[in-house]
C-alpha cells in the first residue's frame, strides 16, 4: 500500500516581527505542497534485510540506514498509536549517530536536521519497519513559507495513516485527495510539533498548525484562533532569492524598542489593529464584484499599513524594495513577509483583474533575477491519498 499525504506551506500575511512584542499577527496556507509518499515494506522485499529509505527528489539526494542499525541504535521501538513524547536527549543522541554515516553535501549540511526529524518521526510512529519515502515540494527552502513544517506535517500524516492510527472516509475508489477529522488533524499537528522542535529547537508551532489546518488563523500571545476566509485571495509570491538571518532580524527590531521604547510600542499598537481589521475583513462574505473591490481594497490598504510598519522596524531590504517599487507600477499593493531582510514580498492580485497585470508583473520582477508563485490564500490542509 502507498499512502500519499500533502501540506501546505503558509505565509505571514500581517503582523510578523510585532507578534513577539505581544501583537496579533495572521498567518494562511498557500497553495504550495510538500507531498511525502510512504510505501511500506516486508523484512527482505527489498532484496536485504529491510531499511528505511527517504529519497528527497527535488535535491536528488537518496538516504537509507538498513532496520538492523535502527534497532542498534534505538532499541527495539514498536511504534505508538496515540500522543507522541517529546523526543529525549539520549534518542536525539542516537539519531545523531545515526546519521553520521550518511554523505550529506557540505552545501546541504542543513539537511541533517530534517534527516533528524524523520528518523523520530518514523521510528516513533511505525517502529523500525522496512519502508520508502519520497518527498516532492512546490516550496522554496529557507525563503520563510513554512518548508520545513509542510515536510513535518505531510510526514507525520503518511505516517499516522500507514500504522492505522488516523483515517479519512472509504472515498469513491478512485485516487484522490480527501481530508482529515479534527480530532486526527490534532494528533498529527502534535507529532509534526515534536518534528519542527527537532529543526529549529522552540517553533511557535503556527507554522506547523497552519499547514495542517489551512485556512488562515490569528495567533496572539500564544493563542491560536482559527478564521474562515469567505473568498478566495490571490497573491503573487516573490522570492527574492537573498538569505536573511531570522534571529538577527529578531534582535534587531528588540534593540530598537529598546531605544526607542514609546515610538516602537506605538508601531507594535498599530500593527496589532492591522491585524485585528484584517481578521474581520476575511471572515466577510463578499457576494458581488462591488463588494469583492471594496473587501480586496481594503485588504491592500491594511497591507500598504503593515509594510510601512515593518520599516520602521528596520527590516526592510533593497531586494524588497525593488519589488514594491515593481508592483507599485501596476498599481498593486505589496509588503514583506516573514522575517523581511529579503526573503519573500506578497503582492495582492485584484479578482477583477488578475489575468490582466499577473503575467506582465510576473515577467518583470523574473528579469531582475526573483522567483514568483502565483498562489490562493487561505486554502485546505493537510490532505491524504490512499493507493
Known amino acids: 500500500m502507498e499512502v500519499r499525504a500533502r501540506a501546505p506551506g503558509k505565509i505571514i500575511l500581517v503582523g510578523e516581527h510585532a507578534v513577539v512584542h505581544g501583537s496579533a499577527a495572521v498567518a494562511a496556507a498557500i497553495d504550495l505542497y510538500t507531498t511525502s509518499s510512504l ?58 549517530k545515526l546519521m553520521e554515516g550518511q554523505e550529506i553535501p557540505e552545501a546541504k549540511i542543513w539537511l541533517s536536521a530534517g534527516l533528524s526529524a524523520f528518523l523520530y518521526l518514523y521510528t516513533s510512529i511505525l517502529g523500525c519497519r522496512p519502508g520508502k519515502v519520497v518527498v516532492t515540494s512546490d516550496l522554496p527552502i ?27 472516509g472509504g472515498g469513491s475508489g478512485v485516487e484522490e485527495w480527501e481530508l ?13 510539533f515534536q518534528g519542527e522542535k527537532i529543526i529549529h529547537g522552540k517553533p ?9 489546518f489551512g485556512s488562515m488563523i490569528k495567533f496572539k500571545k500564544g493563542e491560536l484562533t482559527n478564521l474562515k476566509s ?19 532580524l529578531v534582535a534587531g527590531v528588540s534593540e530598537r524598542a529598546s531605544r526607542h521604547p514609546d515610538a516602537m510600542a506605538s508601531v507594535f499598537h498599530a500593527v496589532n489593529s492591522i491585524s485585528e481589521e484584517l481578521s474581520s475583513i476575511v471572515e466577510l462574505a463578499a457576494e458581488d464584484e462591488i463588494a469583492i473591490t471594496s473587501k480586496e481594497d481594503k485588504l491592500a490598504e491594511l497591507m500598504e499599513m503593515n509594510q510601512g510598519l515593518l520599516q520602521c522596524m528596520g527590516v526592510s531590504h533593497s531586494s524588497i524594495e525593488t519589488v514594491l517599487q515593481t508592483t507599485l507600477k501596476y498599481s498593486l499593493v ?11 514580498v506578497l503582492t495582492l492580485i485584484p479578482t477583477l483583474s488578475a489575468n490582466i ?30 493507493g
Do not use: Y
Open 39 to 96: 510505501s511500506l515494506l516486508h523484512e527482505g522485499e527489498d532484496g536485504g534485510a529491510g531499511a528505511v529509505e527517504l529519497d528527497l527528489r527535488d535535491s536528488a539526494l537518496v538516504f537509507s540506514w538498513p532496520c538492523s542499525s535502527l534497532r542498534r541504535a534505538l532499541g527495539e521501538v514498536s511504534g505508538k498509536a496515540g500522543a507522541p513524547t517529546p523526543c529525549s536527549p539520549d534518542e536525539l543522541a542516537a539519531i545523531a
Open 180 to 192: 482529515f477529522g479534527k480530532d486526527d488533524l490534532e494528533l498529527v499537528n502534535q507529532w509534526a
Open 334 to 344: 505589496s509588503k514583506l513577509t516573514g522575517a523581511g531582510g529579503g526573503g519573500c
Open 230 to 248: 469567505r473568498n478566495p485571495v490571490k497573491m503573487l509570491i516573490t522570492d527574492t532569492r537573498v538569505g536573511r538571518n531570522t534571529k538577527a
Open 357 to 386: 497585470v499577473l503575467e506582465k508583473v510576473a515577467t518583470e520582477l523574473e528579469s531582475h533575477g526573483f522567483r514568483c508563485f502565483k498562489v490562493e490564500v487561505g486554502g485546505r490542509g493537510l490532505q491524504v491519498c490512499r
Open 204 to 212: 511557535s508551532g503556527i507554522d506547523n498548525s497552519v499547514s495542517t
Open 142 to 168: 529557507g525563503a520563510g513559507l513554512g518548508s520545513s513544517a509542510a515536510f513535518c506535517v505531510s510526514m507525520s500524516g503518511a505516517l499516522l495513516t500507514a500504522a492505522g492510527t488516523v483515517g479519512v
